[in-house]
């Protein structure tokens, strides 16, 4: 069994900070690329930055600049640091993961339940 779980979500005011974590726990042999989705009501989830396991990274045009990811290989987790917040980054957020459990299978994607990022005023 392989859980995400994600903290770090909440309420805040625009141009403000939140740091996103999700902790990947459970039986795991590897983990490849790790990512951020976001979706809101009505809409498609967008990935919104990922991190390969050599730590390269990809970012979603509209958070270049204010969102870095991050990962702690060590600690199986990835974080997201999101800064000069806007009402337009209201979503809920999940973690992914690219994981395998045992050494004669293939990773394949795991999420998490999500957290709610609201930024308003």
């Known amino acids: 069994q392989v859980q995400l779980v994600e903290s770090g979500g909440g309420l805040v005011q625009p141009g403000g900070s939140l740091r996103l974590s999700c902790a990947v726990s459970?039986?795991?042999?590897?983990?490849?690329?790790m990512g951020w989705y976001r979706q809101t009501p009505g809409k498609q989830r967008e990935l919104v930055a990922s991190?390969?396991?050599?730590?390269?990274?990809d970012y979603v045009d509209s958070v270049k600049g204010r969102f870095t990811i991050s990962r702690d290989n060590a600690q199986n987790t990835v974080y997201l640091q999101m800064n000069s917040l806007k009402p337009e980054d209201t979503a809920v957020y999940y973690c992914?993961?690219?994981?395998?459990?045992?050494?004669?299978?293939?990773?394949?994607?795991?999420w998490g339940q999500g957290t709610q990022v609201t930024v308003s005023s």
């Open positions: 992914n993961a690219d994981i395998s459990q045992y050494s004669y299978t293939y990773q394949q994607p795991y």
């Open positions: 459970g039986r795991i042999f590897s983990i490849g690329a």
């Open positions: 991190i390969t396991l050599g730590g390269s990274t």
